[in-house]
């Protein structure tokens, strides 16, 4: 089993709706879990981080996390065509990423 | 803020030479920072932790004499890959960690230096 997992995609959604994105991961310690948008061709941009079980929330993006079952996730909510990357998951665990989920907004 | 800068973005070099990238944090200080390899459609693969006056930390199947890293103060990283071959063609990418302690894992990452070998 990997120690991140993700559905590599593509994930296509239609401009405006909301985009779901999951992650589950191997390691009960893990603490600290992240997600990155990564366009073609350049480096990761931290778009959230989150510790705590529950839902965190920055502007359209909602992380949503669950110790429990290992799963954490990332909503993308009135998708613009600009939102079109590839997300990728991480845990601090030996800061190990997932493959990333190519996301499609469609205009 | 925390802008992370490498340099160069572009490489290409011929098989059996040296080359060197850097990686600075422009407006913070690092003590710890991290360098990826990224291969095409693949994800982020750690190579190492670079701790500032410290020997890196290399992870399991990583040449540490062949990619040599340097982490001389808190604001700059180097990677030399050394006597590169064609199959070290790759997008490396570095990452800070704001402050003095490894104990945040909110890295921000360098804009990536592709590397070319021919």
């Known amino acids: 089993q990997k120690e991140v997992e993700q559905n590599s995609g593509p994930l296509s959604v239609p401009e405006g709706a909301i985009a779901s994105l999951n992650c589950t991961y191997s390691?009960?310690?893990?603490?600290?879990f992240f997600w990155y948008r990564q366009y073609s061709g350049k480096s990761p941009e931290l778009i959230m981080f989150?510790?705590?079980?529950g839902d965190k929330e920055d502007g359209r993006f909602t992380a949503q996390l669950n110790k429990a079952s290992q799963y954490v996730s990332l909503l993308i909510r009135d998708s613009q065509p600009s939102d079109s990357a590839t997300y990728l998951c991480?845990?601090?665990?030996?800061?190990?990423f997932g493959i990333g989920t190519k996301l499609q907004v469609i205009p | 803020g925390a802008v992370v800068s490498q340099h160069p973005s572009r490489v290409i070099c011929k098989s059996g030479t040296s080359v060197k990238i850097e990686c600075r944090s422009l407006?913070?200080?690092?003590?710890?920072m991290f360098w990826y390899r990224q291969f095409p459609k693949q994800s982020l693969m750690l190579m190492a932790t670079s701790n500032e006056g410290s020997k890196a930390t290399y992870e399991q199947g990583v040449e540490k004499d062949k990619f040599l890293i340097n982490h001389a103060s808190l604001t700059l990283s180097t990677l030399t890959v050394t006597s590169a071959h064609p199959e070290d063609s790759s997008f490396y990418i570095c990452?800070?960690?704001?402050?003095?302690?490894?104990?945040?894992?909110?890295?921000?990452f360098g804009p990536g230096t592709r590397l070319t070998v021919t």
């Open positions: 990452s800070a960690v704001p402050g003095t302690s490894a104990s945040s894992y909110e890295q921000y």
């Open positions: 989150i510790y705590s079980n």
């Open positions: 407006d913070f200080q690092a003590t710890t």
């Open positions: 390691d009960r310690g893990s603490q600290s």
């Open positions: 991480a845990v601090n665990q030996k800061v190990t």
